[in-house]
């Protein structure tokens, strides 16, 4: 039985995460901290947990942590928080999966450009796995701090991988159009999020300048060997949580749908959360579940890759499990199915 | 043609105000006034009015209203901030139709008590009229003061009106359960009406302290000639739009599903808005209008009424045009059919 | 592990209960029956299912399932569907959740005027236990045909049971007012939950005359000792999942909320899936879970219960797995933490 | 005052055309045919025109619209009835406005090829004029027989057509990425539109198939004055209303944003109901209007055109006002406004 701690308790990512991981028959949590006031119960900032935890928040201390015994912390917090939070917990052996996005962008340059402000824990960064357990799954089973990949990334980098790893596309051609429920905006109330602004409404944001786009590119170039370039549009639409991605890319040479499918169930053949499927998928199929699933189209002979998950599940705190099921030993699917 | 002023552009019944004038053949909008800093164009408030009104917006300035000429506003403020505002424009001869709650309750102790600060234009409150045509449609023809009445009670009062006009029914028995689309809680966003908190979710509120009782009370006594007690539960329903609300009384005899509707086919006769319909409605019938749809049933002796209406339109913006329309002697469905 | 079966596996109960029974450590399904042509696979019905099942539908035969070893089987088929074919299992020992209404009203009588057609399986009917756990634990625990309740039902039944039971209430005031999820509705395409109908409305139906209310009315007779009598008023809410239920009665003696919040935790005391809450629940609170939350308000001295539930998992599905680990000597709550 | 004609009344298209022409002052509703059996009101099968239309339907009767002195039809039929059907009414002098695909693709070959079945009205299919007006306005203006643009096609070419017109992209190179709301499925209940189906939930249908490609392809190649060629793919999205269309094309010189949007703004500088805005367009910002609203972007040298509609306003029965008014010689804007 691993402690864990869930570090940063208020938001979505952290209410799945605890009910995760209060049915993982490996797993005890001992304390969930949060940046709030007070000491609140977990159960009232999310009464969907009542009944099923009696832990009360506290304010994060690095000695108090190690005085309990954690052995694993599961970082729920905002970037550039993460980033002075969880070095007082690297430095001092505890294991760290983090789900915001201080630790996936490897180079230091490429995180001040698109986050705005100089990484300031560049030792822990350079030993940093990207959490994606289907590409790193043998660096993650021996990282200390595993960087959780983003909802978006997933389903454009696996969508991508058989791919790109085949040289099976043209490197620069590749488009990303992908349709996110609201929950993957977070729980602080935005004038976009409002429910009348949101609701029975789509539109896209942050064209070209979203900051998953390196993300999808460091992982897609680690896979292909090479650069890769994508050009990534994000779009919100009005439903809790899902992401279905749509993903244009021109072929080297003809492949008719069967090929690509059974390119895709061959690369994907160990993995116990990726779903080849012959129908194009629905985010339902895939909700609350740890799945991504993908199928493959050839239209006018450029590809067509449709790929879903649920963005805190998969997208998050699901895969966060699964990580943490390679780096603690279990069965990867262990309070995951 | 009459010129008319907004003030307070900023939210959703301004909006759907401005939309339904820009319509109607004997308004003009001359100004739109914001308590926002600048001077925004309109459309930047409200995307949808790009390219239908070219206005900007500025701050509320009585001399300035009264030198262009404005012969009617529109109150779209906050309760506390209209009682402020509106004198300067009232005690100028202005005629005025206040969207807000601060005029609509008689007694400034009630008022008081249920918006938690006293009434400090008590002078101006004496002289208002309750903006529900189909109850006070005289008063309000020759009113300088329209107090537009509230989205909730519109649906009880009138869906009681016939009843207790004819002493039908025990006049302490009376139960209004009512379903709300999440507009009716204005545009600030809040953690409530935050999307993945309220879509995919129903909830009761203020369950027996909403401030609409006394409305609804004060309305219905008029009526009877008698106090009447109703015991009023609101809840958030997620959509946009639409009131349902479902009221249980009981009757003091015997009454069939057909002499119901009699009664109310009859009593509203004369009312252009009001549809007396025998199936049950749905909001959606009445989306995007301002009729309010009735219909009653009987179950085992008491009465149940079931009513319905878009509270942005006929709960709100609607019904100020139609109060408008009998202030300035227009036909009383001018734009709004 | 208790081999069991799943009779009629096309529908919602169905997924959702298959989908509990594989996280079940002592249940294992061995065979899903449907009437559909055909031997789909399962997760061809069902794509969220796909990888997590690999069954074979197949036709409803009693002798294979015998022969198969099934010692319990829940019936998800439709009600008359289901006392057709539960006959052949029962009268062979094998034990039975129906989560139809076929065995739930004790009087045929009463069946017959409510589902339109006699009961044909009054032996078994005569038999059956109705499924709340909170109410008849003990008579469910050596059950042999279970008959799973209602889910509109348990909302007000759980609800009112410690006012009935203690008295406390006028038993001809009660009021229930009810709004469902539309995936209550089943899952056959009909005009009234056609997306574009039903989206973005709220609607009441069947008024006074669901069939639920002989199901609640028995019950709560059976709590009291005496007839009780309720009003019930179904609403169809745009969302997927849950139910809220807004009860209104008049009380024999004053009580506070406070009061009436220790009476609902005393009666409750051994419920492990009852959660008496202060706030008012959202039915999000209870999403996915099997809990019912209840909380109790005193407005005007009347009193108001307001309880929410997830009409598939707690209302159905949840509640069939919470009578199963009754039946077979389970920990009450294996398989629904 | 011109006496109209609706042809198939029961859809969501009729319903949109009744509420606009009932504002039109200058067209009067004179019939609504159904293929129902009896003679509903037309308030029976649209309950939110209760009040406001007392038509009963009848069945279409060519001799009988012809003595009521119709002198303009609207088509509301289904693809296949509406050439079956029209033809009776073309050859007798009556304009048409067929808001069905039957006469939008010139080819007979390529209608074959796309609905599956032969054309059997080639004669008027000869003269049919595609009825989007921003591209073929003079000929709109006397045609007899106007073919109502499909919704997805309106959002594709007249995003594409300032590009194409200029030979600014690479014809072959252009994908379409659009996101509909759930009423373009039309109002028939099928599985994967029904509520619990498809609410909070994403997916693409028809890739690269759609019937709505060569409407697509055969209008921007009467602009380019070449071939053009598309992908298309559309997704379903859970909400009511709206058409997102996300377009990607390669340019054969660099732009900036600012000259795109400069091109865009010059090409529809008559268009009054295209907005081409600086801001990426909600489709809720042209909910329930005939607006078409427009953005571009420039991503790694790559256009991207973003535009949204309300699709069964501008996407059908908005444009097919505008086409009426152009056709009849009122101000464009007339009723629509």
Redesign the interface.
Known sequence: MIKVAILGGSG?TAAELIKIL??HPEARIITVTTRQEGTPLVAELH??L???IDLRCEAFDADRLLAAGVQCAFGCLPHGVSMSTLPALLSRGVRVIDLSADYRLRDPNVYAQWYGESHHDVAHLAQAVYGLPEIYGEEIASAQLVANPGCYPQTAILGLAPLVAGNHIDRSSI?V?S?S???G?G?????H?????????????S??QHRHTPEIEQTLADVAGETV?V?F?P?L??????I?T?I?AVPRRPFSESQLLDLYREYYLQA?FI?I?P???????????N?L?ITA????G?I?I?S?LDNLVRGASGVAVQNFNRMFGFEETTGL?
């Open positions: 979505y209060l049915r009464p969907s009542t009944g099923r488009i159009d349709k429920g609201v929950s905006a729980r602080v109330p935005k004038m999020t409002h429910f009348p602004e949101c609701n029975e409404s789509v539109t896209a944001y064209v070209g370039e050009i549009t779009h639409i009005p439903m809790d949580r899902g279905f749509t244009y116990k779903r499927v129908q194009i998928p629905s985010t339902k199929d895939s909700l609350g579940t799945f699933d189209r050839v239209v006018r450029r067509v449709l879903a199915w």
